[in-house]
């Protein structure tokens, strides 16, 4: 195929950047360009993957992480903050500045809250794709995301009537969150995506292909999937140096495999009692452990002199890291998820929000790992769970078999493929 242009819209955080980083450069390798539209956030991870970078957004970077993480996390109110405020309200000022790229494009690939993007793709005339990035993101009838509240868990799972009839509740819910996104379909005279208007429930998925980003191992398109859905497998990114720090990797090679804790890129922000839990709980089992505190803040917040055997690290590439631990704890982040999979070393997840509940789910329903919600993550109770992954043979045989699955797929070249199959049916 001829050099073609690629722009890839996102929002959100490197979980929601890397998949898109992994696609590009494999559409780099076969000779295309890509341009990433994202926050400024990520404009160095882009330059750094070799890859064109727009500014996408009009938010500002926060001053008080801790602060924003929070908001973000909260349980009620988090979901609201993030589509509302984070993406929907920011749909004007990220339409100017993608529609001159999308504009001579070959093809626009699009994430769940890339609002602005989704607009260029329905409007433009070149493909469009867009990419599920964790199977809850289907919202599915059928298969629908957990929750963390069993009894309402149960409930939805027992019948795809319920699934269907709480989805349409959620769509009530949700649609006040994206009244910018009506109101400035209205001044393009666009009309509503759907009855209520909510692009986050009924506009999300393009015409031209729908990329489910994720190794089969999570989950399958379910049935009330578009149609045109594919499931690529994980489209890992790797940076061009994935070293780890001289002074980890002596950490390493100077005792037992340690039990890694970390909250992934934007948890983190509100983790100092994970972390100080954490801590408490290798202590309480014996065991060496890597702390990923994520900023020099939240590493600041820490005691100065760590107990013999624990080291904490602001950041060390999971795919080099994880191999070499007993057990990783994390937040359930998919990207996180399906890296401590490959790592084939169990997991105890500690969901916070979002889709991470549901991927908590996916690995215990998988038997590599356990669950501890962020709300009752005590070092007791880590440590109780954890004495259990680190001792159970069967748990360890099926992450080493969830590991060898999971190492093989090739995600990005299949998503490279659909997307120029979809640039070729355009013409």
């Known amino acids: 195929m001829a050099a073609k242009h690629i722009v890839m819209a996102t929002v959100g955080s490197q979980g929601d ?28 991870a882009v330059a750094e993957a070799g890859l064109r970078f727009v500014l996408a957004s009009g938010i500002a970077e926060p001053e008080d992480k801790a602060a924003f993480a929070a908001r973000a996390f909260h349980p009620l109110r988090g979901p609201r903050f993030v589509v509302r405020d984070l993406a929907a309200e920011d ?55 957990a929750t963390g509240m069993a ?18 509740i959620g769509e009530r819910v949700t649609a006040p969150w994206t009244r910018a996104v009506r109101n400035f379909r209205q001044s393009l005279g666009l009309a509503p995506v759907s009855v209520w208007g909510d692009p986050f429930h009924r506009g999300q998925h393009a015409r031209d292909g ?22 690529t497998g994980y489209c890992r990114y790797s940076p061009f140096n994935e070293t780890l720090p001289p002074e980890l990797s002596a950490f390493l090679d100077a005792g037992d495999a ?16 994970f972390l100080r839990e954490s801590m408490a ?13 994520g900023s020099p803040e939240m590493r600041a917040r820490l005691p100065d002199t760590l107990p013999a055997g624990v080291m904490a690290v602001e950041y060390a ?24 999979l490959r790592a084939g070393c169990p997991a105890l997840v500690v969901p916070h929000g979002f889709d ?19 709300s009752r993550y005590r070092a007791d109770r880590a440590a109780a769970k954890l004495r259990v992954l680190l001792t159970d043979e069967g748990v360890a045989l099926r992450a080493q078999r969830a590991a060898g699955v999971i190492r093989a797929e090739r995600g990005a070249s299949l998503a490279a493929d659909v997307i120029e199959q979809a640039m070729a049916r355009r013409g």
């Open 281 to 293: 709980a290798a202590g309480a089992l014996g065991r060496r452990a890597v702390l990923l505190t």
């Open 210 to 231: 729908v990329l489910a980003m994720y190794s089969p191992l999570l989950g399958h398109a379910p049935q009330d999937a578009p149609a045109h859905s594919v499931v």
């Open 356 to 374: 991470q509940p549901d991927n908590a789910a996916r690995v215990l329903r998988l038997g590599v790992g356990d669950v501890l919600p962020a």
């Open 151 to 168: 009894r309402l868990d149960r409930f939805l799972r027992a019948s795809p009537r319920r699934g269907a009839w709480v989805r349409r």
């Open 317 to 340: 590439s999971h795919g080099a890291l994880f191999p070499r631990a007993s057990a990783v704890v994390h937040h359930g982040g998919v990207g996180t998820t399906q890296e401590s």
């Open 17 to 44: 950047l890397f998949p898109f980083l992994s696609v590009g450069r494999e559409l780099v390798a076969r000779g295309h360009r890509v341009t990433i539209g994202a926050h400024a956030i990520h404009r160095e």
């Open 91 to 145: 749909v004007a000022a990220s339409y100017r500045a993608l529609a001159p790229v999308c504009l001579e494009a070959d093809a626009i690939v699009t994430s769940t809250l890339a609002f602005a993007g989704q607009i260029l793709g329905e409007t433009t005339r070149v493909a469009w794709l867009s990419a599920v990035l964790s199977p809850a993101v289907f919202l599915s009838a059928f298969d629908p995301p």
């Open 258 to 273: 340690p039990i890694v804790f970390t909250l992934g890129s934007a948890a983190v922000h509100a983790g100092e009692a």
